[in-house]
């Protein structure tokens, strides 16, 4: 069974730049069983209630600004899968989980950056599933376990945002290779500690429980899709880091594969 995955994105300019966290991502596919479709839980993507995307074809959005114009060149526009949003919708309903379907929305960039890197040939259909950050991590486990059983299927699950994600610390001109702060760090052992261990309860609680988590996620929108593909895994879950390494000396870039 196809794993479910949880990826930190990093800057648009991942794209772009060189670094440790790009270099993985560019590996990634060749780490997995080749997936018949990708489903994206990703940050950039707040909404209400959950909402599937289901284009023909996905757009490439360029929801930021200020950055090269290179970066607005790129496109990865992936075929859509209609069809898949239907039944992920279905299932959702099935667990009390009232969604709908969005036919025009493309890709935001915590989908299209890393799946550009890792699967660059733009050709698996994508469906995006929104975020509700003001309902939490038990909302965001039920939506992952609520399409966990897609992974038979060969669909791979991927919650994409960031293990730390603090912007208010960008000043301009910080080194990509600034020493990590203390406070990352603490956090980033006790979260990287009981996501190994499976302790679903005490990452559910990791605003109370965990070092500094309110200084590394202010909002919670970057985290919580780490609960949707720790939903996905069902119960038993193993989990395994694939990469970590620090951007800036305290943007956080670790990848967790699940089941």
């Not at 794993?3 to 800057?11: D, K, N, T, V």
């Not at 909404?47 to 995307?53: A, G, I, K, N």
Request: net charge negative; with cysteine.
């Amino acid at each position: 069974m196809i794993p479910s995955l949880y990826i930190s994105h990093g800057s648009p300019m991942t794209a772009l730049m060189e670094s440790p966290a790009r270099h993985f991502l560019e590996s990634l596919g060749g780490l997995l069983p080749r997936p018949r479709a990708i489903l994206v839980a990703s940050a950039h993507w707040e909404t209400e209630t959950p909402v599937l995307s289901a284009p023909a074809r996905n757009t490439t959005i360029h929801d930021f600004y200020g950055f090269p114009p290179a970066l607005y060149a790129l496109r990865y526009n992936a075929p859509g899968a209609p069809e898949l949003a239907m039944e992920i919708a279905a299932l959702l309903n099935q667990h009390g989980l009232k969604c709908r379907i969005d036919a025009k929305r493309g890709l935001d960039h915590g989908a299209w950056v890393p799946l550009s890197l890792a699967y660059p040939e733009a050709d698996i259909p994508i469906v995006q599933l929104s975020m509700q950050s003001h309902l939490g991590p038990r909302h965001h486990l039920a939506l992952g376990a609520a399409v966990g059983p897609l992974r038979a299927a060969g669909v791979l699950v991927i919650g994409s945002g960031s293990f730390t994600h603090d912007l208010r610390r960008f000043r301009g001109g910080e080194a990509l290779d600034a020493p990590e702060t203390a406070d990352v760090t603490e956090f980033s052992e006790w979260m990287d500690t009981a996501i190994l261990a499976g302790d679903v309860k005490s990452l559910v609680d990791y605003r109370r429980l965990a070092p500094h988590a309110a200084d590394e996620h202010p909002t919670e929108e970057h985290l919580l899709p780490l609960f949707v593909a720790l939903g996905a895994a069902g119960p038993g879950l193993m989990a395994r880091r694939l990469h970590s390494s620090t951007e800036f000396g305290f943007l956080r870039m670790d990848t967790y594969a699940f089941g």
